[in-house]
């Protein structure tokens, strides 16, 4: 049985920095890519981030870019989603999702994305 389990969420001043992890579980992780999505109260799920099986690609949303940065250790089965200069606007649920053999313009599709995980929230105050 696949799992993803995220933590580190939390409640944070603007200006402030969180970092997120996601362990996975029943699946060989390293041949997997990662994504992290967030979903703010009535809006639709966004694209954060993506990492490649190996770590060395990372990929940005614009919104995030320079502020957030996303690694993985393989050998712990975990992703990391570090985020710095946290804004209100960062205020959601976020996501970490894996998937085997995302094409690589697929990559912020979160239909194309296998497994999910529960989510955290991340709150940020102003």
């Known amino acids: 049985q696949v799992q993803l389990v995220e933590s580190g969420g939390g409640l944070v001043q603007a200006g402030g920095s969180l970092r997120l992890s996601c362990v996975a579980s029943?699946?060989?992780?390293?041949?997997?890519?990662m994504g992290w999505f967030r979903q703010a109260p009535g809006k639709e799920r966004e694209f954060v981030g993506y990492?490649?099986?190996?770590?060395?690609?990372?990929y940005y949303a614009d919104s995030v870019k320079g502020r957030f940065t996303i690694s993985r250790d393989n050998a712990k089965n975990t992703g990391y989603l570090q985020m710095n200069s946290l804004k209100p606007e960062d205020t959601a649920v976020y996501y970490c999702?894996?998937?085997?053999?995302?094409?690589?313009?697929?990559?912020?599709?979160?239909?194309?994305?296998?497994?999910w995980g529960q989510g955290t929230q991340v709150t940020v105050s102003s």
């Open positions: 999702a894996a998937d085997y053999n995302i094409a690589a313009d697929r990559r912020s599709d979160a239909k194309k994305y296998d497994y």
């Open positions: 029943g699946l060989s992780f390293r041949s997997y890519a």
């Open positions: 990492i490649s099986r190996s770590g060395v690609t990372a």
